[in-house]
T-cell receptor, first 110, second 113 residues
Framework: SQQGEEDPQALSIQEGENATMNCSYK?????LQWYRQNSGRGLVHLIL?????REKHSGRLRVTLDTSKKSSSLLITASRAADTASYFC??????????FGKGTRLHILP | DTEVTQTPKHLVMGMTNKKSLKCEQH?????MYWYKQKAKKPPELMFV???????INESVPSRFSPECPNSSLLNLHLHALQPEDSALYLC????????????FGQGTRLTVV
């Protein structure tokens, strides 16, 4: 079944730096989404990128999609303490289910 | 209103209890989902309802029983749970199963004692 795999699993950076997380998947997709989850809380949808799009921006977020490599990246620029969270990519599988990757735990250091 | 509301926020129940989790949205979404999330793990899909009909059951044990009484409400009935069922239960909704921009509730943190 379809599954997104994020890397790195954990990332610690200084406040103000940029954070980049990657997601790889195995089969063809219609779109890919990124979510944020603060510790033990519900998920917040960040951005959706369709398979015919290569890059998308939303505020300090930039998402790229390379369907030939079956990978996506999420860039958070000028990181803030409030960005500390887990970030998940989610992809569609053949049954139209949303399947989440294992996530990247991002820690912004003051 | 772009919220998915889950109640209760916390629940502690014994293994012989019967309880229910509730999820509500008023965005006119016709697909609703239940996910289970253990600590430091990604959410795992349990059930999907599409137009109030159960369309996906991910081989979830029968001690979890979903119900979708109308297009705005989704319940998860719990009975005879085990301690390993303790987890964060997340509800989500989307316009339909064909749209993947899902809105998630804050979750119910369930502890089975």
């Amino acid at each position: 079944s379809q599954q997104g795999e994020e890397d790195p699993q954990a990332l610690s950076i200084q406040e103000g730096e940029n954070a980049t997380m990657n997601c790889s998947y195995k089969t063809s997709i219609n779109n890919l989404q990124w979510y944020r989850q603060n510790s033990g809380r519900g998920l917040v949808h960040l951005i959706l990128i369709r398979s015919n799009e290569r890059e998308k921006h939303s505020g300090r977020l930039r998402v790229t999609l390379d369907t030939s490599k079956k990978s996506s990246s999420l860039l958070i620029t000028a990181s803030r303490a409030a960005d500390t969270a887990s970030y998940f990519c989610a992809t569609e599988d053949r049954d139209d289910k949303i399947i989440f990757g294992k996530g990247t735990r991002l820690h912004i250091l003051p | 209103d772009t919220e998915v509301t889950q109640t209760p926020k916390h629940l502690v129940m014994g293994m012989t209890n019967k309880k229910s989790l509730k999820c509500e949205q008023h965005m006119g979404h016709r697909a609703m989902y239940w996910y289970k999330q253990k600590a430091k793990k990604p959410p795992e899909l349990m059930f999907v309802y599409s137009y109030e009909k159960l369309s996906i059951n991910e081989s979830v044990p029968s001690r979890f029983s979903p119900e979708c009484p109308n297009s705005s409400l989704l319940n998860l009935h719990l009975h005879a749970l085990q301690p390993e069922d303790s987890a964060l239960y997340l509800c989500a909704s989307s316009r339909s199963r064909d749209t993947y921009e899902a809105f998630f509730g804050q979750g119910t943190r369930l502890t089975v004692v």
